[in-house]
Nanobody
Framework: QVQLVESGGGLVQAGGSLRLSCAASGRTFSRYAMGWFRQAPGKERDFVATINWSGDNTYYGDSVKGRFTIARDNAENTVYLQMNSLKPDDTAVYYC?????????????????WGQGTQVTVSS
């Protein structure tokens, strides 16, 4: 069973950057599609980005296209989310997730495993 632990969140000013990491335990990490989601207080969990098992195919939510980049290092069992040009609207708890047997996935219900989340706060 894979376990996911996010890190890298924090407080940043608008226009700044952060890189989130999601470390996965377990030997089968490379078999999973991975995704990042976010949830702001009182709102639903929104799709941010997803990457396939080999890392050569990605897909982004409209609100982050051109600003965020998802990447993975299967040798290190880690998936990353580089966030640039951050805006106050990006403030949320960010979760990484793993989807077994899928290529790319944008819906939370398609993911099998979730991390505990990391807070990102963007000040104006």
């Amino acid at each position: 069973q894979v376990q996911l632990v996010e890190s890298g969140g924090g407080l940043v000013q608008a226009g700044g950057s952060l890189r989130l990491s999601c470390a996965a335990s377990g030997r089968t990490f490379s078999r999973y599609a991975m995704g990042w989601f976010r949830q702001a207080p009182g709102k639903e969990r929104d799709f941010v980005a997803t990457i396939n098992w080999s890392g050569d195919n990605t897909y982004y939510g409209d609100s982050v296209k051109g600003r965020f980049t998802i990447a993975r290092d299967n040798a290190e069992n880690t998936v990353y989310l580089q966030m640039n040009s951050l805006k106050p609207d990006d403030t949320a708890v960010y979760y990484c997730a793993a989807a077994i047997g899928r290529n790319l996935a944008t819906l939370p219900r398609l993911y099998d495993l979730w991390g505990q989340g990391t807070q990102v706060t963007v000040s104006s």
